[in-house]
């Protein structure tokens, strides 16, 4: 079985930053793909940025490219998301997810899931 937390999202201001963390447990035995998400209400989920096993491969959605980083902490089996220059549609909730296959943007390709945390970008 494997756990997934998210954590660190808040209500902010357009411009503010955040940081995400998802902390993965369970079966860590090697490191999973890891992705980020957003979904928000009446919405269809959204790829935002995916990290490789071993943080050597990153991709991100357009809109976020720039403001957005995604990064990895094996060690401590930790994901992060860094989002910078937070705009009004950015608001959504973050879910994490660990895929055996492959960092990519499909959904369908991550096993796990986290509860999500939300995010609320305000003007």
């Known amino acids: 079985q494997v756990q997934l937390v998210e954590s660190g999202g808040g209500s902010v201001e357009a411009g503010d930053s955040l940081r995400l963390s998802c902390v993965v447990s369970?079966?860590?035995?090697?490191?999973?793909?890891m992705g980020w998400f957003r979904q928000v209400p009446g919405k269809e989920r959204e790829f935002v940025a995916s990290?490789?096993?071993?943080?050597?491969?990153?991709d991100v959605v357009d809109s976020v490219k720039g403001r957005f980083t995604i990064s990895r902490d094996n060690a401590n089996n930790t994901v992060y998301l860094q989002m910078n220059s937070l705009k009004l549609e950015d608001t959504a909730v973050y879910y994490c997810?660990?895929?055996?296959?492959?960092?990519?943007?499909?959904?369908?390709?991550?096993?796990?899931w986290g509860q999500g945390t939300q995010v609320t970008v305000s003007s």
């Open positions: 997810a660990a895929s055996q296959i492959a960092a990519v943007r499909s959904a369908r390709t991550y096993a796990y």
């Open positions: 369970g079966r860590t035995s090697s490191p999973y793909a």
């Open positions: 990290i490789s096993r071993s943080g050597g491969r990153t």
